[in-house]
């Protein structure tokens, strides 16, 4: 089944504890992204890869941190997390920089 | 920097009435306009998407239409269903030039019985 990873689903942690959140795609996408979602401000763009290797900076890529190793995977780092990063996250891929992006499941990160 | 505009933010119609939910885009390069839907507690989902070399697109009871030139774009809802409650949220993205997306901050959608 074609599918967006992505683990944890859910995430309660503390100021400045590192976390990873991963992000996997089966499709064989060259384009994936990272979104955080906030009431009233809909979906902002964190960091988005056209290819392995190949990342850039989104709206929103302060405090955050992205690697492209693979082209199945593209984790979200926050070396330190603070509390106005809490939000929910998504994930999702594409086949081109034209055509339907394909979204996670979310994650839900709360920093206390 | 770039950004997308979108109205209204809450859009209550009558089953069977038509919803029309507006965008405007700032940066000048984009060319692909996607539509997602979000159900509540669910990931978006593409709904319909149009380029920039095209003025309108129709898929059974939604369709898109594009002006380029005053740099806004509209998603029509004809014959609204109660499961076609849910957010909408429009986005703007330079395709080809690129990946950065920027989205709406999106339209809650409540269709009456």
């Known amino acids: 089944e074609a599918q967006v990873t992505q683990n944890p689903r859910y995430l309660i942690t503390v100021t400045g504890k590192k976390l990873t959140v991963t992000c996997s795609q089966n499709?064989?996408?060259?384009?994936m992204s990272w979104y955080r979602q906030d009431p009233g401000l809909g979906l902002r763009q964190i960091y988005y890869s056209m290819n392995v290797e190949v990342t850039d900076k989104g709206d929103v890529p302060e405090g955050y941190k992205v690697s492209r190793k693979e082209k199945r995977n593209f984790p979200l780092i926050l070396e330190s997390p603070s509390p106005n990063q809490t939000s929910l996250y998504f994930c999702a891929s594409s086949v081109t920089s034209e055509a339907e992006q394909y979204f996670g499941p979310g994650t839900r990160l709360t920093v206390t | 920097g770039e950004n997308v505009e979108q109205h209204p933010s809450t859009l209550s119609v009558q089953e069977g009435d038509s919803a029309v939910i507006k965008c405007t885009y700032s940066?000048?390069?984009?060319?692909?306009f996607p539509w997602y839907k979000q159900e509540l507690g669910k990931r978006p989902q593409l709904i319909i998407d149009i380029r920039s070399n095209v003025g309108e697109k129709k898929d059974q009871r939604i369709a898109v239409t594009l002006n380029k030139t005053a740099k806004h774009f509209s998603l029509h809802i004809t014959e609204t269903q109660p499961e076609d409650s849910a957010v909408y949220f429009c986005a703007a993205s330079r395709g080809t030039g690129g990946f950065k997306t920027i989205f709406g901050a999106g339209t809650r959608l409540f269709v009456k019985a």
């Open positions: 940066d000048s390069a984009s060319n692909y």
């Open positions: 499709m064989n996408h060259e384009y």
